[in-house]
């Protein structure tokens, strides 16, 4: 059965650790097909406490893609095109500071982009230009109500605010490109979150991170004494927080009916709407469509 555009509202992308949401409701599963590929796997749709809700393993449900090659694009087109207004972001990160202790969670307010230039970061390519206003990379407001609801987890130590770089990976950092981010004043550090915060905000799509530390990254001397057990078992305690703080998160706060980031893209076009191809155009029509009919030229 094809999907409604209406199927859900809240959007999850799980990352390492989180790949299923088993508490949905009836769920039922899409594969679908963008004009950006193929999103990471199948989509779960289902009730949660009265919500419809999309969850999508950011790397696939057998971790089969790597930070380089998930299907950013297609994961938030997806989302757009099952009618989610709003995504709640899961990530494993390494701690670049002495107080986001491993199993601790922090709601990040910014984001720097250290990926290389081989992902695709934009909806807009050749033939349709577009610039979005990316100062707060996160929803403030969906933010602020995701860190509410991560506080509400008993036990859970949540860090407001913090930046997040992102590195193209797979390998992890050089103890000299730690320190390089703490010198910079980088906090937690991952492989993921660029672009995925660049493409939400063109689609029109609220997008908050729950960063899950596991463990600290390698610029923290003595820390080689930590065992895969130890990290597999920190890792096993944030999912089952980050799984509390998002059914906290939909009992306690609707979905908005609108943000300003829905209208992100409202001013951020710059092509003349009557120059984009057609096959531009078909490829955005539901990213951007009802700017550029907006933006026609009126006829004689
Ligand atoms: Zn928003």
Redesign the pocket.
């Known amino acids: 059965m094809a999907p409604r555009h209406s199927e859900a509202e809240t959007g999850i992308i799980g990352g390492s650790g989180l790949y299923d949401f088993s508490a949905l409701e009836e769920p039922s599963e899409y594969r679908l097909s963008t004009p950006f590929g193929e999103p990471s796997d199948r989509i779960v749709v289902g009730g949660l406490r009265g919500r419809r809700v999309a969850f999508l393993s950011r790397h696939g449900r057998r971790h089969q893609h790597p930070p380089s090659a998930v299907p950013a694009a297609a994961n938030i087109y997806a989302m757009k095109y099952l009618g989610v207004t709003?995504i709640l972001s899961v990530s494993a990160v390494g701690s670049l500071r002495d107080e986001l202790r491993p199993g601790e969670l922090v709601v990040p307010d910014q984001l720097v982009d250290l990926t290389r230039g081989g992902r695709t970061s934009s909806f807009f390519s050749s033939g349709l230009v577009a610039h979005l206003p990316f100062a707060d990379p996160y929803?403030p407001?969906?933010r602020r109500l995701v860190l509410d609801a991560v506080r509400t987890v008993p036990g859970t130590v949540s860090h407001d605010g913090g930046t997040y770089v992102c590195i193209e990976g797979p390998q992890f950092s050089t103890r000299a490109e730690s320190g390089l981010y703490r010198s910079w004043g980088m906090d937690v550090i991952g492989m993921t979150a660029a672009p995925e915060a660049k493409l939400a905000r063109e689609a029109g799509i609220?997008l908050a991170t729950i960063a899950l530390v596991t463990d600290y990254d390698c610029w923290r001397q003595g820390e080689e004494s930590v065992t895969a057990d130890l990290v597999a078992e920190v890792m096993r305690r944030n999912v089952a927080a980050a799984k509390q703080a998002i059914t906290s998160y939909v009992d306690t706060s609707p979905p908005?009916r609108h943000?300003?980031?829905?209208d992100a893209l409202a001013q951020a076009i710059l092509s003349d709407p009557s120059a984009v191809p057609d096959a531009d155009r078909r490829r955005v029509d539901l990213l951007a469509g009802r700017y550029l009919d907006e933006h026609q030229p009126a006829r004689d």
């Open positions: 709003e929803c407001r969906l609220c908005a943000c300003d980031c829905h």
